[in-house]
C-alpha cells in the first residue's frame, strides 16, 4: 500500500485530498483525508500573493493530516488558468532492426522526439499526451508494442504551463515540506473523473467551469484532441447578479444558490456552508427571497429579469467560447456524445438548457467517479478535478516504462567515500605542525 495526495490551488477555493493506493488489487484507491478552505491570494487562478497561498495551503494540509493520520510528503499538484496553452507535434524513430518488433523503449524514444519543439523559455511541458500511433504507415493504432515493424511514428497533444507559475506553486509547497510530485492540468484531471471511456471514444465536449475560468477538453476517438482555458467562470455570474440587483458579492451567492435548488439542482451547501433549503417550485414569476434574509432587504425579485436578463447573457458568452475554441474542428459531428459540464459552475442554474440551445448538442452535469473511504464530500461536480488527479496520475503509472538509466548508487555501492576522504584530510594534516 502507498499513498498519494492532490492538491488544487483554485481561485475559490484550495483543496487537498490523500488516498491509499492498493497495488495488489488493480491501483484501487481509497479515499484517508479530504480538506477544503477558502482561497486567499489566487485570482483567475493565477497566484497574486505567495504569503496569502502558503497560510490557506498550511491550513488545508494540516486539516488532511489530522484526518489522515500521516503525514504529506509530495502531492500532484492541479494548474489552469490563462497561461495553460496546448499544441500538436509529430515525432518519428525507427525500430531496431534485428527484431523489427517495437517494444516499450521504441514508445518513450518517439514521444521524446515529439518533444522536441520549439518553445518559449518561459514554458514548461506538463504534458505528452499520444493520439494515435503510425506504424510502416498503418495509422491508428492505440497501442504498437509487440507490433512488428520498422517506421514508428506517434501523433501527440502537448499542453505547456508558464513556468514562472509553476515554479511559483513548487515554492509554496517547499515552503511547506511537500515536493511537488507532477503537474496536471485541470481540464485532463476532470475528464478522468467525470468521462466514460464510451463518451471519449464517440467523441465529447468537457467543459470544467470553475470561479474564475473554465477548461475545456475535447476528445475524439478516445484521444485528446484539444484543451483550451476559457478566460470566464461562475464568479462572472455571481458578480453579474449582484451589480444587477444591486446587492454585495454574498448576496448574490445566496440567490444563485436559491434560484439553482428551485430548478432542481444538487447543490447541499452554499459559500461559507449556507444551507439552502429545498423549495417548491411555482408557476409565478415573482421569486421570493424572504427565507435568505438578504441584509439589502431584497423580498422579491422577477424571475424572469434574473434568469432572461441576468444569467443567461453571460451563459451564452461562456457557450460562444466555447464555439470559438473548437471552430477550427468540425466538433458537431465529431462529439456525439455531447457536452459534459462539471466544476462549481456547472451547478449554476438553467445553465444545461442554455448551453444545448446555445450549441445545439446533448448537455449533462458531470459528477466525479466514487471512491471508497471518507469519500462522500467529493460526490460533487467541484471537486471533479481533485478527484481525477489522483485517477489520472493512476493510470499513467501503468504507461511504458521510461528508458532505463543506470543505477550509479548501485555501481559504486563498494565506494566508501567517507573513508577515502578521511585518509586523504589525514594524510594533508600530517605536514602541519601541531596537528598530529
Known amino acids: ?17 490523500i488516498a491509499s493506493v492498493d497495488d495488489q488489487n488493480n491501483k484501487q484507491l481509497r479515499i484517508l483525508g479530504f480538506a477544503s478552505v477558502p482561497s486567499r491570494g489566487i485570482k483567475r487562478a493565477q497566484i497574486v500573493d505567495i504569503q496569502e497561498v502558503t497560510k490557506a495551503l498550511e491550513e488545508c494540509l494540516n486539516q488532511v493530516e489530522r484526518m489522515a493520520g500521516t503525514r504529506i510528503n ?8 490563462p497561461n495553460i496553452a496546448s499544441q500538436t507535434s509529430h ?18 524514444r518517439v514521444i521524446e522526439s515529439a518533444k522536441a519543439i ?13 493520439t494515435q500511433y503510425i506504424v510502416d504507415g498503418q495509422s491508428n493504432i492505440k497501442n504498437p508494442v ?19 507559475n509553476l515554479n511559483n506553486i513548487r515554492k509554496i509547497c517547499s515552503l511547506l515540506g511537500v515536493s511537488v510530485r507532477s503537474f496536471v492540468f485541470g481540464g485532463l484531471a476532470s475528464a478522468q473523473a467525470v468521462l466514460s471511456d464510451t463518451e471519449k471514444e464517440l467523441g465529447c465536449i468537457l467543459v470544467d467551469i470553475g470561479s474564475g475560468t473554465s477548461d475545456v477538453c475535447v476528445y475524439i476517438d478516445g484521444a485528446v484532441a484539444h484543451t483550451a482555458v476559457i478566460p470566464l467562470g461562475s464568479k462572472n455570474v455571481t458578480s453579474d447578479i449582484a451589480a444587477g440587483l444591486r446587492i454585495s458579492l454574498d448576496s448574490a451567492e445566496k440567490v444563485k444558490l436559491y434560484l439553482s435548488n428551485r430548478e432542481g439542482g444538487n447543490l447541499p451547501l452554499g459559500k461559507g456552508g449556507i444551507k439552502i433549503k429545498k423549495i417548491e417550485t411555482s408557476s409565478s414569476d415573482e421569486l421570493s427571497l424572504d427565507s435568505l434574509h438578504l441584509p439589502e432587504k431584497i423580498d422579491v425579485i422577477s424571475q424572469k429579469i434574473l434568469v432572461d436578463g441576468i444569467i443567461k447573457p453571460r451563459i451564452e458568452e461562456i457557450a460562444q467560447y466555447v464555439r470559438q475554441e473548437l471552430s477550427s474542428l468540425d466538433f458537431k459531428s465529431q462529439t456525439p456524445a455531447g457536452v459534459i459540464l462539471t466544476g462549481g459552475g456547472a451547478l449554476t442554474p438553467y445553465i444545461c438548457a442554455m448551453i444545448k440551445k446555445e450549441l445545439r448538442l446533448p448537455v449533462r452535469v458531470g459528477y466525479p467517479a466514487e471512491l471508497e473511504g471518507v469519500a462522500d464530500e467529493l460526490k460533487d461536480p467541484r471537486y471533479s478535478a481533485i478527484v481525477g488527479a489522483l485517477l489520472y496520475s493512476g493510470s499513467q503509472e501503468s504507461d511504458p516504462p521510461k528508458m532505463q538509466i543506470p543505477d550509479f548508487g548501485k555501481l559504486f555501492k563498494n565506494f566508501e567515500l567517507k573513508d577515502n576522504l578521511k585518509k586523504t584530510v589525514d594524510f594533508f594534516k600530517s605536514f602541519i605542525p601541531g596537528t598530529k
Open 1 to 17: 500500500m502507498s499513498n498519494i495526495t492532490s492538491i488544487e490551488l483554485g481561485s475559490e477555493k484550495i483543496s487537498c485530498t
Open 74 to 81: 509530495e502531492a500532484i499538484l492541479i494548474t489552469s488558468g
Open 91 to 108: 515525432g518519428i524513430v525507427a525500430v531496431n532492426y534485428q527484431n523489427q518488433d517495437i517494444s516499450p523503449d521504441d514508445i518513450v
Open 118 to 130: 520549439s518553445l518559449a523559455s518561459n514554458r514548461e511541458i506538463i504534458h505528452v499526451i499520444p
Open 146 to 164: 509487440g507490433m512488428n515493424g520498422v517506421r514508428l511514428e506517434v501523433d501527440t497533444h502537448i499542453v505547456s504551463a508558464s513556468s514562472i
